[in-house]
């Protein structure tokens, strides 16, 4: 759960999916509300909140220990010869798989006008075999990638054949 607050006193607690209506009274032209982790003293975000318009929403995601400003849909497709690879962003495992990997709206918690790392490694490994730089500007992204049990390879393009009728496999 999530406390916001308004010159050190609660206005609202509120935890998970939520959507919450509240009326705050302002005497200036804009309000600071700080959010916090319930129980906690430790402020994770701050946002000023300008006195107009009467009807805002503020937007908030938090993994735990950050909070963020949006999410980004990722989509990761690739193939792995050997061994279970993780996806991550941060310490935060976002898909695991082996083989034929495709796994799509995949939510990864970014700031505005903020880029953040996807990094690729072994399942039970620290090392990491790759890492793709996303930004917070583009709502849809898409990883790509062929895994031959040693590399991983990110420029792969799938072109469509330039007759299907005659070809079975392009690669």
């Not at 010159?7 to 200036?28: A, E, P, R, Y």
């Not at 309000?31 to 003293?41: D, F, L, N, T």
């Not at 399942?123 to 991983?152: C, H, M, P, Y």
């Not at 054949?161 to 392009?170: H, V, Y």
């Amino acid at each position: 759960s999530l406390e916001y607050l308004i010159d050190n006193k609660v206005v609202t607690t509120v935890g998970g999916n939520f959507n919450i209506k509240t009326v705050i009274g302002f005497n200036n032209e804009q309000q600071e509300i700080q959010v916090r982790k319930k129980g906690s003293g430790t402020i994770v975000q701050t946002k000023v909140i300008p006195a107009s318009p009467f009807d805002q929403t503020i937007t908030l995601y938090y993994d735990g220990v950050k909070a963020y400003d949006k999410t980004i849909l990722l989509t990761i497709n690739g193939y792995a010869i050997s061994g279970e690879l993780e996806f991550l962003a941060g310490e935060n495992v976002l898909h695991t798989g082996m083989g034929s990997i495709r796994k799509e709206n995949i939510q990864v918690l970014i700031d505005e006008n903020s880029t953040r790392d996807i990094q690729v490694r072994k399942k039970g490994e620290t090392a990491v075999l790759f890492s793709k730089s996303i930004t917070s500007t583009q709502e849809r992204q898409t990883l790509n990638f062929f895994f031959d049990g040693a590399n991983i390879v990110d420029n792969v393009q799938l072109k469509p054949p330039a007759n299907p009728a005659n070809m079975l496999i392009s690669a």
